[in-house]
Protein backbone atom coordinates (compact mmCIF):
# COMPACT_ATOMS: atom_id res chain seq x y z
CA UNK A 1 0.00 0.00 0.00
CA UNK A 2 1.35 3.38 -1.24
CA UNK A 3 1.86 5.86 1.56
CA UNK A 4 -0.40 9.15 0.80
CA UNK A 5 0.78 11.79 0.80
CA UNK A 6 -0.93 15.24 1.92
CA UNK A 7 -2.08 17.94 0.08
CA UNK A 8 0.36 20.64 -0.02
CA UNK A 9 -2.65 23.50 1.08
CA UNK A 10 -3.04 21.52 4.08
CA UNK A 11 0.07 21.20 5.21
CA UNK A 12 0.64 24.77 5.32
CA UNK A 13 -2.21 25.30 6.87
CA UNK A 14 -1.72 22.99 9.53
CA UNK A 15 1.99 24.66 9.55
CA UNK A 16 0.50 27.71 9.82
CA UNK A 17 -2.09 26.95 12.62
CA UNK A 18 0.98 25.76 14.87
CA UNK A 19 3.40 28.25 14.14
CA UNK A 20 0.23 31.20 14.71
CA UNK A 21 -0.32 29.56 17.77
CA UNK A 22 3.52 29.46 19.17
CA UNK A 23 3.59 32.61 17.97
CA UNK A 24 0.72 34.06 20.11
CA UNK A 25 1.89 31.94 23.01
CA UNK A 26 5.23 33.38 22.82
CA UNK A 27 3.61 37.32 23.03
CA UNK A 28 1.58 36.68 25.60
CA UNK A 29 4.73 35.04 27.52
CA UNK A 30 6.38 37.76 27.02
CA UNK A 31 3.74 40.08 27.68
CA UNK A 32 3.45 38.38 31.32
CA UNK A 33 7.19 38.70 31.67
CA UNK A 34 7.31 42.88 30.97
CA UNK A 35 3.85 42.99 33.04
CA UNK A 36 5.74 41.32 36.00
CA UNK A 37 9.28 42.72 35.78
CA UNK A 38 7.18 46.79 35.23
CA UNK A 39 5.69 45.98 38.66
CA UNK A 40 8.82 45.12 40.69
CA UNK A 41 10.55 48.64 39.23
CA UNK A 42 7.44 50.39 39.79
CA UNK A 43 7.79 52.43 42.88
CA UNK A 44 5.39 51.89 45.65
CA UNK A 45 2.24 54.53 45.12
CA UNK A 46 2.78 57.49 47.78
CA UNK A 47 0.21 57.64 50.71
CA UNK A 48 -2.23 60.16 50.80
CA UNK A 49 -1.81 62.87 53.80
CA UNK A 50 -5.48 63.84 54.18
CA UNK A 51 -6.13 60.26 55.66
CA UNK A 52 -4.90 60.14 59.66
CA UNK A 53 -2.41 57.75 60.36
CA UNK A 54 -4.10 55.47 62.41
CA UNK A 55 -6.76 56.28 65.56
CA UNK A 56 -4.32 56.55 68.63
CA UNK A 57 -7.22 56.24 71.17
CA UNK A 58 -8.90 53.38 69.41
CA UNK A 59 -6.16 51.17 70.17
CA UNK A 60 -3.85 52.03 72.34
CA UNK A 61 -1.56 48.98 71.65
CA UNK A 62 -1.21 49.41 68.20
CA UNK A 63 0.44 52.59 69.20
CA UNK A 64 2.57 51.07 71.92
CA UNK A 65 3.84 48.63 69.28
CA UNK A 66 4.25 51.31 66.75
CA UNK A 67 6.15 53.64 69.21
CA UNK A 68 8.38 50.52 70.15
CA UNK A 69 9.26 49.80 66.05
CA UNK A 70 10.08 53.52 65.30
CA UNK A 71 12.61 53.13 68.78
CA UNK A 72 14.01 50.09 67.03
CA UNK A 73 14.55 51.56 63.64
CA UNK A 74 15.90 54.71 65.29
CA UNK A 75 18.16 52.03 67.66
CA UNK A 76 19.54 50.03 64.38
CA UNK A 77 20.31 53.81 63.14
CA UNK A 78 22.30 54.76 65.75
CA UNK A 79 24.21 51.07 65.64
CA UNK A 80 25.17 51.65 62.16
CA UNK A 81 26.43 55.34 62.80
CA UNK A 82 23.62 56.95 61.34
CA UNK A 83 22.85 58.77 64.30
CA UNK A 84 24.53 59.90 66.94
CA UNK A 85 23.42 59.46 70.29
CA UNK A 86 22.10 62.55 70.92
CA UNK A 87 20.07 62.48 67.78
CA UNK A 88 18.82 59.00 69.40
CA UNK A 89 18.23 60.63 72.62
CA UNK A 90 16.51 63.31 71.17
CA UNK A 91 14.06 61.28 69.01
CA UNK A 92 13.18 58.44 71.87
CA UNK A 93 11.84 61.45 73.73
CA UNK A 94 9.98 62.91 70.50
CA UNK A 95 8.32 59.33 70.31
CA UNK A 96 8.26 58.80 74.07
CA UNK A 97 6.51 62.79 74.76
CA UNK A 98 9.04 63.26 77.64
Known amino acids: ?11 MATTAV ?3 TA ?3 GAKSAQRSAEAAQAQDAPPAPA ?3 EPAAP ?4 PESAES ?8 FAA ?4 G ?5 EFAAKKAQILGI
Open 23 to 25: AHM
Open 48 to 50: PED
Open 66 to 73: AQIEQLKQ
Open 56 to 59: EAAA
Open 82 to 86: ILTEE
Open 77 to 80: LRDQ
Open 18 to 20: VAG
Open 1 to 11: MPLRRRRPIAR
